[in-house]
């Protein structure tokens, strides 16, 4: 099976800008979650789909949002960039079996400069 | 609310020494619990996971974990650390039936050649 993939690998971007990231999960899994990762704060959860609902949030600005595809591939947006928004933007996606779910796989991530 | 603690932020080891990194979770009913391990330059992958079973759980590259259910404990452990442990070790717990995994803030683990 393929892995979680992430498009693109490297972004920069100026402040006021917006950007969306793309996000496959690997095949068969219906829940695909988003992360902020920097040195400073660590991971940090920003959302999860699961069937093309947003079934949890992490406490981040409304200029953060999302969407999942009926295919289950997921977009990240942010609006509005700012300097700390700069970051590595992770993607993992994980199936859910007996009620419960299994272990995330996580992509290499989107790397987002904001000058 | 729920939440992983770890709470050595960085460890700094020699090479063939032993280690063990904390995890500790707040939360009373049954847990899924991970750890995970992002190398540098690499995207996370996972060590380990434990569900049920042996609380002892082996993983990937010499890593084991033991579950200790009245200490809210999932600790990492390896007998003797190379130069290419050299890493960020996150650990992870799902509570059962939920559908949100909450991570530690990681452990950054450097080893002295």
């Known amino acids: 099976k393929a892995g979680v993939t992430q498009t693109p690998r490297y972004l920069i971007k100026t402040r006021g800008q917006q950007v969306t990231l793309s996000c496959s999960p690997i095949s068969g899994h219906r829940s695909v979650s988003w992360y902020q990762q920097t040195p400073g704060q660590g991971l940090q959860f920003l959302f999860e789909?699961?069937?093309?609902?947003?079934?949890n949030k992490g406490n981040f600005p409304g200029r953060f949002s999302g969407r999942q595809f009926s295919n289950s591939r997921s977009e990240m947006n942010v609006s509005t960039l700012e300097l700390g928004d700069s970051a590595l933007y992770l993607c993992a996606s994980s199936s859910f079996t007996s009620g419960s779910y299994n272990e995330q796989f996580f992509g290499p991530g989107t790397r987002l400069t904001v000058l | 609310a729920q939440s992983v603690s770890q709470h050595n932020h960085h460890v700094i080891l020699s090479e063939a020494a032993s280690l063990e990194l904390g995890c500790n979770y707040s939360?009373?009913?049954?847990?899924?619990l991970f750890w995970y391990v992002q190398y540098p330059g690499q995207h996370l992958q996972l060590l380990l996971k434990y569900f049920s079973g042996d609380p002892l759980v082996k993983g990937i590259k010499g890593f084991e974990a033991e579950f200790i259910k009245s200490k809210f404990s999932f600790n990492l452990r390896k007998p003797s650390v190379q130069w290419s442990d050299t890493a960020e070790y996150f650990c992870?717990?799902?509570?059962?039936?939920?559908?949100?995994?909450?991570f530690g803030s990681g452990t950054r683990l450097s080893i002295r050649p």
């Open positions: 789909y699961f069937s093309e609902t947003q079934r």
């Open positions: 939360y009373g009913g049954t847990v899924n």
């Open positions: 992870a717990v799902i509570p059962r039936g939920a559908s949100k995994i909450i």
